[in-house]
């Protein structure tokens, strides 16, 4: 029996997914969240074998909650995505993410790709690796990310630096140099652009 944690914040999407994947004999839906937080919560107490990740998502998006998920629990993690942007492949690569498929996936396929990460084996849907081949890279560092990513939730700079544990100061100098980088005038069109390009 595969136990598999679904979160994704439509709850339309989510209910469905459950539903459908519940109805696999070898697979058991353990948990079903609405947010990347409490899928680490959730992935924390019930250790899944397989944990289904939306991308897009509330406190924390789906390659951080695998990260987060992944350094303390002995599980896999699949992505799912509505926008496969190249450079969210490459975080998620880069946090040993085993699967990462767009919504458009029938069911059954979903089902061979959870059973397939659940053994071990690793799967990207082919249109979005070719896309993230040919995506530029990004020239800004993995700190200047960061704090570009915690700025789309966070509304002031005090909130960033507690949200990644720096002085206000350093999220200045880190904003005012991948602005400067992107071209840019404001810390929001900073995001948006990293965001668009999926570096973020």
Request: net charge negative; hydrophobic share 45%; proline share 4%.
């Given at each position: 029996?595969?136990?598999?944690?679904i979160?994704?914040?439509?709850?339309?999407?989510?209910?469905?997914?459950?539903?459908?994947?519940?109805?696999?004999?070898?697979?058991?839906?353990?948990?079903g969240?609405?947010?990347?937080?409490?899928?680490?919560?959730?992935?924390?107490?019930?250790?899944?074998?397989?944990?289904?990740?939306?991308?897009?998502?509330?406190?924390?998006?789906?390659?951080?909650?695998?990260?987060?998920i992944?350094?303390?629990?002995?599980?896999k993690?699949?992505?799912?995505?509505?926008?496969?942007r190249?450079?969210v492949l490459r975080?998620?690569l880069?946090?040993k993410?085993?699967?990462?498929?767009?919504?458009?996936t029938?069911?059954?396929?979903?089902?061979?790709?959870?059973?397939?990460?659940?053994?071990?084996?690793?799967?990207?849907?082919?249109?979005?690796?070719?896309?993230?081949l040919?995506?530029?890279?990004?020239?800004?560092?993995?700190?200047?990310?960061d704090?570009?990513?915690?700025?789309?939730?966070?509304a002031?700079?005090?909130?960033?630096?507690?949200r990644l544990?720096?002085?206000p100061?350093?999220?200045?100098?880190?904003?005012?140099?991948a602005?400067?980088?992107?071209?840019?005038?404001?810390?929001?069109?900073?995001?948006?652009?990293?965001?668009?390009?999926?570096?973020?």
């Amino acid at each position: 029996m595969i136990r598999l944690l679904i979160a994704d914040d439509e709850v339309l999407i989510r209910g469905a997914l459950e539903s459908l994947l519940g109805l696999e004999e070898d697979f058991e839906v353990v948990a079903g969240v609405d947010n990347g937080a409490q899928a680490v919560a959730a992935a924390r107490e019930l250790v899944p074998d397989v944990c289904l990740l939306d991308l897009e998502m509330p406190e924390l998006d789906g390659v951080e909650a695998a990260g987060q998920i992944l350094r303390q629990v002995p599980t896999k993690v699949i992505i799912v995505t509505r926008h496969a942007r190249p450079g969210v492949l490459r975080r998620a690569l880069n946090e040993k993410v085993s699967g990462f498929v767009p919504k458009s996936t029938p069911a059954e396929e979903l089902a061979k790709v959870i059973r397939d990460v659940a053994a071990g084996k690793r799967y990207v849907d082919p249109d979005i690796a070719a896309t993230a081949l040919g995506g530029e890279r990004s020239p800004l560092t993995d700190r200047e990310l960061d704090v570009l990513r915690a700025g789309r939730d966070a509304a002031t700079v005090q909130q960033i630096a507690e949200r990644l544990h720096l002085a206000p100061g350093t999220v200045r100098n880190y904003l005012s140099s991948a602005m400067g980088k992107l071209g840019v005038g404001t810390r929001r069109e900073a995001s948006q652009v990293a965001w668009e390009q999926g570096w973020i």
